[in-house]
C-alpha cells in the first residue's frame, strides 16, 4: 500500500479535487488499518457468514461468493474509500458485483464494515428482507447495482468511471465479473469501450474459478486463452492467485499507477474455496448446505 510522504501528497490532492478535508478523506477508509492477519481473519469470518446466511435461507448461491472472499476482503477492508455512516457519500470509491448471485459475499462484507447489523444476514432471501437473492440498490445499503441478468456490471461500471471523470472526482470504480459470465456477448463490447475511452480509474476483476452453473468453463464455453483476449482489447492484464491477499492486494495498488487503459485482474480462484465438499463441486454453484453441511463446513471455517 502506499507510504510516506507519497500518500500524503496523493490523499491531499484527492482531498481537494473532492473540496473534503484530508482528515475526512483519510478516515473514510475504515479497512486500511487492518493488519493482513486481520484480513485474513475477516475473510474466515466472511466465509463463515456466507455458508450461514445461505443454509438458513435454503437456498442461494454459496459456491461463487466462497470463491472471491479475498478480492472483496482486499476491496473493503484495506483499499477503497468509502463510509458505511454515509453510502452514498459522492466521493466513495465504488464496487460493482456484476455476478450478483454472490450477493452473499457482498452482503457479509456491508455488514461487517457496518452498513447494517451483522444480525440481518440472518433475513437472506425472506420476504420483505432488504437482503434479497440479487442485489437491488434501492434496498441494500451500501449496493451499487441492482442485479439480476448477467453480463451488464462492466457497462455499469463504466458508467459510473465516466461520470466521474467528468466531474473531477477522484473515486475508483471495481467491477467484479464471474468467468462464465465472460460468454455475454454485451461483456465484451464493454471491454471495447472501456478501452476505447481510456478510462483508467476502472478495474475489471475476473473470479476466474473456471466453472460456471454446473460444470467447467471449458466444457460449457471455453474461455481460453483469456488473458490474451483482454490484452488484445487494450486492457492492462494482471493475473494474480485470487485466494493470495499479499498478491490480491499488490494487484489492485499497481491497478491505480495505470494510465490512459483499464486494467483487468485475472483472479484465479476455487469455486467452494474454503470448504472441501463445495470446492471444485458444481452443485454447490446454486444449492446451500443441509444443517448437517453446514456443521461440517463450520467446522472447516472455525
Known amino acids: 500500500m502506499e507510504t510516506g510522504s507519497s500518500q500524503s501528497k496523493g490523499t491531499s490532492r ?3 479535487a473532492a473540496n473534503i478535508s484530508a482528515e475526512a478523506f483519510a478516515s473514510s477508509r475504515p479497512g486500511e488499518e487492518l493488519s ?16 450461514t446466511m445461505t443454509a438458513k435461507a435454503g437456498s442461494g448461491h454459496p459456491g461463487g461468493s466462497l470463491s472471491a472472499v479475498e478480492v472483496v476482503t482486499a476491496l473493503y477492508f484495506g483499499l477503497m474509500r468509502h463510509d458505511p455512516a454515509n453510502p452514498n457519500w459522492p466521493d466513495r470509491d465504488r464496487f460493482v458485483l456484476s455476478k450478483g448471485h454472490a450477493a452473499p459475499l457482498l452482503y457479509a462484507a456491508l455488514a461487517e464494515c ?3 447489523p451483522v444480525e440481518e444476514l440472518s433475513t437472506l432471501r425472506q420476504i420483505d ?3 434479497q437473492g440479487h442485489t437491488d440498490r434501492t434496498t441494500t445499503p451500501g449496493v451499487e447495482m441492482s442485479a439480476g441478468a448477467l453480463g451488464q456490471g462492466l ?8 461520470a466521474g471523470r467528468l466531474d473531477f472526482q477522484p473515486y475508483r470504480v471495481h467491477v467484479l465479473l464471474g468467468d462464465g459470465e465472460c460468454d455475454e456477448g454485451q461483456v465484451w463490447e464493454a471491454v471495447m469501450a472501456a478501452a476505447h475511452f481510456k478510462t483508467d480509474n476502472l478495474v475489471a476483476i ?3 474459478n473456471k466453472q460456471q452453473l454446473d460444470g467447467w468453463t471449458r466444457d460449457i464455453m471455453n474461455l ?4 490474451p483476449k483482454w490484452r488484445s482489447f487494450d486492457w492492462h492484464v494482471i493475473e494474480i492467485d485470487g485466494h493470495d491477499l499479499p498478491q490480491v492486494i499488490a494487484a489492485l495498488e499497481t491497478a491505480k499507477q495505470v494510465k490512459g487503459q483499464p486494467t483487468v485482474i485475472i483472479a484465479h480462484t476455487t469455486k467452494g474455496k474454503g470448504v472441501s465438499f463445495m470446492e471444485n463441486n458444481p452443485e454447490f454453484h446454486g444449492r446451500a448446505a443441509t444443517a448437517e453441511e453446514l456443521e461440517k463446513a463450520l467446522a472447516e471455517l472455525a
Open 114 to 116: 457496518g452498513y447494517f
Open 155 to 162: 457497462s455499469f461500471g463504466i458508467g459510473i468511471a465516466l
Open 129 to 131: 428482507s432488504r437482503l
Open 14 to 16: 484527492a482531498a481537494s
Open 224 to 227: 481460453e486463452p483469456l488473458a
Open 206 to 208: 475476473v473470479d476466474h
Open 36 to 51: 493482513l492477519e486481520d484480513m485474513e481473519q475477516m475473510a474466515r469470518k466472511l466465509r463463515r457468514h456466507i455458508v
